[in-house]
């Protein structure tokens, strides 16, 4: 061989992450290149994406670094946070997150890589882990549903202030009652939601509850300060005079505390962090949210349900679809979409793995921590607060400037209130040891205490912080599901089994259009475990989370280089919450221009159903604008509407590439008139993976948009969430996006309320978007928004010799992703898109998104990931399936009785006796080479959804349903 | 096709109104608008005493793949709601028009059925969809 002459700088390997990224060697690309005829990428380019819009120079970011690189600078960054033992409190807390489920889900990409699961038959798994959540938190509440997760305990308050309007249509009032102990940043993103609903806030002491005449109530238990309220008399004086109520309750708590569920209320809404999901400086957690049955119908978010499969067998699914945005719009519910499906899933088997006599031992400890800490304060002769308590406690007449300093000896953090009071909340992972430390910093060093006298004297003296009137006496997790996996091994294998039911991207690709599921590549996930970024607490002391800080300022600079923006808010928690969160921008920007009256949002008839959901909760008035026969916006429509209600017009909402994966000609003339007649432009982000490096939405007109951290910028879809969907905007907006009250940021308005609970969201898996960009480099992310649209291209090329392909762009092309008509085959045929998306599961194979934006079709997104063996295998897939449809389009097989109607084969399928149809099982289980080869089985038959929805069960099956 | 009875009138959003001849009449949604939204899996009753104006919402009905909401087709006040259709909202798709009725009305103002479609109106409307 040659000598080698390459120096070092190549050799080094710094932009190695590329093409690990990147799915398509040179070779695929050649190969694809010439399928398509075209003679280069930037050819293809050029002919996609209208060159009025396109960036005419590379990305000003940073040269690549190797993943060995990146993971180290940020080490570095990581060490400059400081882990201190924390009992601030407030929401937030220690916890133990046990290993077997550290490894085995949330460090698993076979949990972490799936999508949320519209597809149950390929989700059995995750949704029993969703499952047990739903059952833990309605044991925990004794509420007789809940849902699978929302994206914060302050937006569930929000949404259960929404529920008690929508559901108590007997109260005249327009105000809605907020104890005044409930957490800050509750009441924070509870009052921007109630601002914009047109709701009126009365904060007051709870026990004033039924002085007042309002809807809805919303109380904290136990309150923010650690004070346990008797709830049962406040709830039955809010019920007598027609008032629902909203719990806010700690869920940890409630193993020793009596169920709000018990006392009467209708809604409890909390966090479920301290189930095992580490604090990660404000995030992601799932909050869950329960009710009574009577408002089943009503409920936000997504609700797991039991059905049952073709076979009769039982099977689990999403239930209640229907009520969500995609299909009710701005009528919806909620804008919710995604949830926090993986901190859930891990709550939920927290929960299976302590059961309820591990969760009472913990309860307990922590309980008799605290204890032992207030006997001992008393003694000392330091006032408390209040005499109750379950984990808090609030010193007041203290000398906290003498804490203050003894703690930070320590490395300690307390709470420490504005009037002077100190707060210390203690949790799971407190030892005897740390109490000793307590001491210390609380007391002086000679204090005198011995944590094991105190320990005998409050057990021997039954001395409690729990009044008598608020001891749980109910059990609760009685399910075998929280009886069975208490050992390492058997949970090991509940995981694994459960796991073994899903199929994620450790299997095949998921053609997802408008989901991008590319990579979420080890080495991104790899720094959201470590403890400087898993221990943060989000209200720690500034000087303690540098390294997060710093992190979060690159990625935002990042941020603004790859969208034209001039400023990022990191806080929104999801797409639709950044939607929220940017209309609410534009809102304040407009108010304080004295335009305060516009209020129309022009949307496009071809938008996802979150944006009018958005814009509806924002109170604006959605007015539509129609899509052309090409699928673009009319523009024609939209001058004559933006002129109608030019002087009330306040945003239009636009997705680019639109929804129907083209890049719009005329994107920047829609802008222009738009701003012409005094709105402002908010770009739905969603589509931002075919333009990053290409084209920036900030410079072709755009005001606001949000970008899905967790399509694009590669945070894992987590089966469901979590997700981040931060918004970039021009300066003019920048002082109008969400505030937070305990950690305020700067340059924004001291009045504008939160959006969620947390000043940075889920800022602990920013890492993940921060490590993809740094390793990818400008080159490399051009590159991997080119090979996109090379791959949509190609697959839309390929099945578009078999399928009509709707929507192309000038010359033929689409964008990142293409549309599949079904409906001539369905007229033809009676097969539908459901048929397919099932039988591609025979394939191996997850159905690309069904059904949106066009009913009866099938849209297809490959993302730069995939190679082209493995899109070649689903092309391959889908025109064998053309060619089955044939088969019953000729009449060889009957439409009621053929492998797509009958699709998903299982393995009961195979053996059952009795085998009448006209196909052989190998060709209903083994359609394949590649299948033979490796076979990924669907759980369960096809799953009945009417049934599911008819008979609505949201909870563990039965026990006589383990006996069969 | 669907089937549309003569003796009713019908409103442009797939209600049918039958006149009971005693200023009351029964309501329910059309064997057309059953069709379209599929399995009915859930039927949002009104609550008996409510008064409701012509056109405003007063339930929500749903399918597996659709939630649709109900509008009253006249001013009135809910005198009576099905409420079989809680255990067994099928019923809608069966018998749209006899047992899958929804709620029956006392009229404001009796007169106004004459401003409804008849069979033959609806009949060319919902052809157009």
């Not at chain 1, 060490?79 to 460090?107: D, F, M, S």
């Not at chain 1, 080869?933 to 909870?955: E, Q, S």
């Not at chain 2, 067994?88 to 009796?110: C, F, H, Q, R």
Request: charged residues 20%; negative net charge.
């Amino acid at each position: 061989m040659a000598h080698d002459t390459r120096r070092l700088a190549e050799l080094a390997g710094h932009d190695a992450f590329i093409q690990r990224h990147n799915g398509p060697r040179a070779e695929d690309i050649a190969r694809m290149l010439e399928t398509l005829g075209v003679d280069g990428v930037d050819s293809l380019i050029e002919q996609t994406v209208p060159a009025a819009i396109r960036l005419d120079r590379e990305l000003d970011l940073d040269p690549p670094k190797s993943e060995a690189e990146a993971l180290d600078y940020l080490k570095r960054l990581a060490r400059q946070n400081k882990v201190h033992k924390t009992y601030i409190g407030q929401g937030y807390y220690n916890t133990h997150l046990p290993a077997v489920i550290q490894r085995n889900v949330l460090e698993n990409p076979g949990w972490y890589t799936a999508y949320t699961p519209y597809q149950p038959e390929i989700a059995q798994g995750r949704l029993e882990g969703l499952l047990n959540f739903q059952q833990t938190v309605m044991d925990l509440t004794g509420m007789e549903l809940a849902n699978a997760s929302l994206l914060d305990e302050a937006t569930a308050a929000a949404e259960g202030m929404a529920l008690c309007k929508r559901a108590n249509k007997k109260a005249k009032s327009n105000a809605f009652f907020v104890a005044d102990d409930v957490l800050p940043q509750t009441l924070d993103v509870v009052r921007t939601r109630a601002y914009y609903f047109g709701f009126e806030l009365i904060v007051a002491p709870a026990a004033e509850l039924a002085d007042h005449d309002v809807f809805g109530a919303l109380l904290q238990y136990p309150g923010q300060s650690g004070e346990i309220h008797d709830l049962a008399p406040l709830l039955a004086a809010a019920k007598a005079k027609g008032i629902m109520t909203c719990v806010a309750a700690d869920l940890m708590s409630l193993v020793l505390l009596t169920e709000p569920g018990a006392l009467g209320a209708d809604i409890v809404v909390g966090n479920t962090q301290r189930f095992g999901v580490p604090m990660g400086f404000g995030g992601p957690h799932a909050a869950y949210f329960a009710t009574t049955d009577k408002l089943k119908r009503s409920i936000p978010g997504r609700i797991i349900g039991v059905s049952r499969d073709a076979r009769g067998n039982q099977a689990l699914r999403m239930a209640m679809q229907t009520r969500e945005q995609h299909i009710r719009r701005e009528k919806a519910t909620s804008n919710i979409c995604t949830a926090q499906a993986l901190l859930a899933n891990i709550a939920g088997f927290y929960a299976v793995y302590h059961g309820a006599e591990g969760l009472r031992t913990i309860a307990t400890r922590i309980h008799r921590l605290t204890t032992i800490l207030a006997e001992a304060l008393a003694r000392k002769g330091i006032a408390l607060a209040h005499d109750s308590w379950f984990d808090t406690l609030r010193l007041t007449g203290v000398d906290a400037g003498k804490i203050h300093g003894r703690a930070m000896t320590h490395e300690v953090n307390l709470r420490y209130f504005a009037d002077g009071d100190v707060g210390v909340s203690l949790d799971e992972t407190t030892t005897a040891h740390d109490l000793d430390v307590l001491f210390d910093v609380l007391m002086g060093e000679e204090h005198g205490f011995s944590v094991t006298a105190l320990d005998e004297a409050v057990a021997e003296g039954g001395i409690s912080g729990i009044p008598a009137a608020c001891r749980r006496e109910s059990d609760f997790l009685t399910h075998p599901n929280f009886r069975r996996y208490r050992s390492e091994t058997e949970m090991l294998r509940y995981l694994k089994r459960l796991e073994n039911k899903d199929l994620s991207l450790t299997h095949a690709m998921i053609p997802l259009g408008s989901c991008t599921m590319k990579l979420n590549a080890t080495s991104e996930m790899v720094p959201i475990t470590w403890p400087e970024f898993a221990n943060i607490h989000p209200f720690a002391p500034k000087d303690q989370t540098a390294g997060y800080l710093q992190m979060i300022d690159e990625l935002a600079a990042f941020l603004v280089e790859i969208t034209g923006y001039e400023h990022i808010s990191m806080q929104p928690n999801s797409g639709a919450q950044g939607e929220y969160a940017g209309l609410v921008a534009i809102r304040r920007y407009q108010a304080a221009q004295g335009q305060g009256h516009r209020d129309v949002c022009l949307i496009p008839s071809s938008a996802h159903g979150t944006n009018p959901a958005s814009a509806a909760m924002a109170h604006m008035k959605v007015v539509v604008v129609e899509c052309d026969a090409d699928g673009n916006i009319d523009l024609a429509d939209l001058r004559a509407k933006a002129e109608q209600h030019g002087d009330v017009l306040s945003a239009i909402m636009l997705t680019y590439p639109s929804t129907h994966g083209v890049f719009e000609e005329g994107v920047r003339e829609a802008c222009e008139i738009v701003h012409q007649h005094g709105g402002q432009v908010y770009i739905d982000g969603a589509n931002m993976n075919a333009q990053v490096g290409l084209a920036r939405p900030g410079d072709f007109g755009g005001d606001v948009s949000h970008l899905n951290l967790h399509k694009t910028f590669c945070i894992p879809h987590g089966g469901g969430g979590p997700g981040m969907g931060p918004i970039g905007v021009k300066a003019h907006l920048a002082p109008y996006v969400s505030n937070h009250v305990v950690t305020p940021l700067p340059g924004v308005e001291a009045d504008c309320g939160a959006v969620s609970a947390a000043a940075f969201g889920s800022a602990s898996i920013l890492p993940i978007s921060w490590a993809y960009i740094k390793m990818m480099g400008a080159r490399g992310l051009r590159q991997a928004t080119e090979l996109a649209i090379l791959n949509a291209n190609y697959i839309a090329k390929r099945l578009g010799e078999h399928y009509p392909v709707l929507y192309r762009g000038r010359n033929g092309t689409v964008a990142h992703e293409c549309i599949i008509d079904i409906r001539p085959l369905k007229e033809a045929s009676g097969i539908s898109e459901e048929d397919i998306a099932k039988r591609l599961m025979d394939y191996g194979f997850h159905a690309p998104t069904m059904s949106f934006p066009v009913p009866g079709t099938l849209m297809v997104e490959p993302t730069e990931s995939e190679s082209l063996y493995e899109i070649d295998r689903f092309c391959d897939a889908m025109i064998s399936i053309r060619d089955e449809i044939a088969r019953v389009e000729s009449g060889e097989w009957p439409a009621d009785n053929n492998p797509l109607v009958q699709a998903p084969h299982t393995q009961a399928d195979l053996m059952d006796g009795h085998w009448e149809r006209p196909y052989s099982r190998e060709l209903g289980a083994f359609p394949s080479e590649a299948v033979k080869a490796g076979k990924y089985w669907p759980a369960v038959n096809r799953v009945d959804n009417v049934h599911g929805d008819r008979h609505l069960i949201c909870t563990c099956p039965s026990i006589n349903e383990y006996r069969d | 096709m669907s089937n549309i009875p003569a003796n009713l009138r019908y409103t442009d959003s797939h209600e049918w109104v039958l006149d009971n001849g005693d200023g009351t009449v029964t309501l329910g949604i059309t064997d057309h608008a059953q069709q379209a939204l599929g399995d009915v899996v859930f039927v949002e009753l009104p609550e008996v005493g409510r008064g409701l104006d012509a056109g405003e919402e007063f339930g929500v009905i749903e399918s597996v793949k659709a939630a649709s909401d109900l509008y009253a087709p006249l001013a009135g006040e809910v005198i009576e709601a099905n409420e079989a259709l809680e255990d067994a909202p099928e019923t809608v798709n069966e018998s749209p028009y006899e047992d899958g009725w929804i709620a029956k009305l006392k009229l404001a103002d009796a007169g106004a059925l004459e401003g409804l479609l008849d069979a033959e109106a609806y009949a060319k409307l919902a052809d157009a969809e």
